[in-house]
């Protein structure tokens, strides 16, 4: 028996593209755009919300028979919320400069729509390990997103990757600055964030006619 | 009484929760395709952040922050529960959007009825946890200044979503590129309202101060790296409070 069938493999690949959760769903916009001015943060953002969905899901879904449907929101954020301080002190305690960087968000995840919204539309209804796999697969479409504008973001902005000078020296006029080109200081403002992930929908929708919204 | 009038203002324009922070942008971009619901869910994100803000910074005075249990008594005043604090907001948020939701459902059905999935939402609404950890990372002072700060930034959350809300009522006659149509476009707009609400940066100095040789738009960008490293280092003072 194949470890993934390919319904599961479904799971897995189809937030990553025509059902992103950013760009489809629009679900977990705010993180999406805080953070991504830098690569790193961006990276490290994607692999905490990895670890709350994936996990979160599971616990969910084990718990969906005897969770009472009235107060299901509030058990999902105790859920969520503990998770969530596993990550923090983590991320405190091992990186504790990123954390910084991160500042509220981090805790912001507990109210990440793709996680609640994971909850309510897929945990409740299905079983433990097909819950995982959604959870990884919206994460995952989830950080690629983040990636991409953190990416973009970085490289124009102040023209490094992860921290290293991919265009060359500002300063010191080497590489690509030998010639003139200038790192874009906008595209670390919060307005360039929306701009991007606007531009990605676009392209996006025009290869994929399909997504096109009426209006 | 001036540092009131300065929080408030700054909380709605400067530090506008959707334009600078990027906070409750699910139900900023879900809920404003009319005019009526973009009211009715703005005017419970003010309601709900007025009540949260405050309950969460007596939380935060009393309970949770380094120290803050040396009101039980000496040997209590070494505790540090501020870790427990996501879930000590959250859950009193979550019992405020309950409350809130039975006392719209009670007194006025027809918003009820119009708000509809979207009041449980409110409840994972980042703007609302945002407003409470904000309030503890900025470090602020007094009960009053909280209550303004939820109140203010609840305003500004308002305002957002009623703008955008009426410029997508109106685009819809626009021929807007078809891949763009809905929420692409949606995002460029409020980056293009996130660059005018960057114009508001200039209130706290003036715009006196900047540099005189400096164009208008450089200026304009000085203010926002001095606002973001402001941000950044009250964040660092927190942290390092936690840390401590």
């Known amino acids: 028996m194949a470890l993934l069938s390919k319904k599961d493999t479904g799971l897995i690949l189809d937030p990553l593209a025509d059902n992103n959760p950013i760009t489809i769903q629009v679900l977990g916009i705010c993180s999406a755009l805080a953070i991504t001015a830098e690569l790193k943060a961006s990276i490290v953002m994607a692999i905490s919300v990895l670890f709350v969905l994936g996990l979160g899901n599971v616990v969910i879904s084990l718990m969906r028979n005897i969770i009472p449907s009235k107060i299901r929101i509030i058990v999902q954020l105790v859920v969520v919320a503990a998770l969530v301080i596993i990550v923090d002190q983590v991320l405190k305690a091992f990186a504790y400069e990123l954390s910084k960087t991160l500042s509220v968000f981090v805790g912001l995840i507990i109210t990440n729509c793709i996680i609640m919204g994971r909850f309510e539309a897929f945990a409740l209804g299905n079983g433990p390990w097909k819950s995982f796999l959604d959870g990884i697969g919206n994460a995952a479409g989830y950080g690629l997103i983040l990636v991409i504008v953190g990416f973009f973001r970085e490289l124009l902005g102040s023209g490094t990757l992860l921290g290293f000078k991919v265009l060359g020296d500002p300063i010191a006029k080497t590489g690509i600055y030998a010639i003139g080109y200038e790192n874009n200081g906008f595209m670390l403002l919060s307005p360039m964030a929306l701009i991007v992930v606007g531009l990605i929908i676009w392209v996006q929708r025009s290869r994929n006619k399909a997504l096109i919204e009426e209006n | ?244």
Not at chain 2, 38 to 62: C, E, K
Not at chain 2, 101 to 113: D, G, Q, T, W
Not at chain 2, 172 to 183: D, F, K, Q, T
Request: glycine share 8%; proline share 3%.
């Open chain 2, 1 to 244: 009484m001036l540092e009131h009038v300065e929080l408030f203002f700054k909380s709605i324009f400067i530090d506008n929760m959707v334009f600078a922070t990027f906070l409750g942008m699910c139900s900023y971009l879900a809920v404003s395709k009319k005019v009526t619901t973009a009211v009715g869910l703005g005017a419970a994100v003010i309601f709900v952040l007025a009540v949260t803000v405050p309950m969460n910074w007596l939380l935060d005075q009393y309970l949770l922050r380094d120290g803050a249990l040396a009101w039980l008594g000496p040997e209590y005043a070494d505790y540090n529960l501020s870790f427990l604090s996501f879930i000590l907001f959250i859950a009193t948020i979550a019992t405020m959007v309950q409350l809130v939701e039975i006392v719209v459902e009670k007194f006025s059905p027809a918003l009820y009825n119009s708000l509809g999935i979207f009041l449980p939402l409110i409840a994972v609404n980042c703007a609302i946890l945002g407003g409470s950890l904000f309030m503890q990372s900025r470090d602020i002072q007094t009960l009053g200044l909280a209550f303004n700060y939820g109140v203010a930034s609840g305003i500004g959350w308002f305002l957002a979503i009623l703008a955008i809300a009426a410029i997508r009522e109106k685009i819809r006659y626009s021929n807007v590129p078809a891949p763009l149509r809905g929420l692409g476009i949606t995002f460029i707009i409020t980056g293009l309202m996130a660059i005018g609400f960057m114009s508001f940066g200039g209130m706290l100095t003036g715009g006196d101060e900047a540099p005189k040789e400096a164009t208008e738009t450089t200026a304009q960008k000085v203010e926002e790296i001095k606002i973001e490293k402001e941000a950044k280092e009250n964040t660092v003072s927190y942290n390092n409070a936690i840390n401590k």
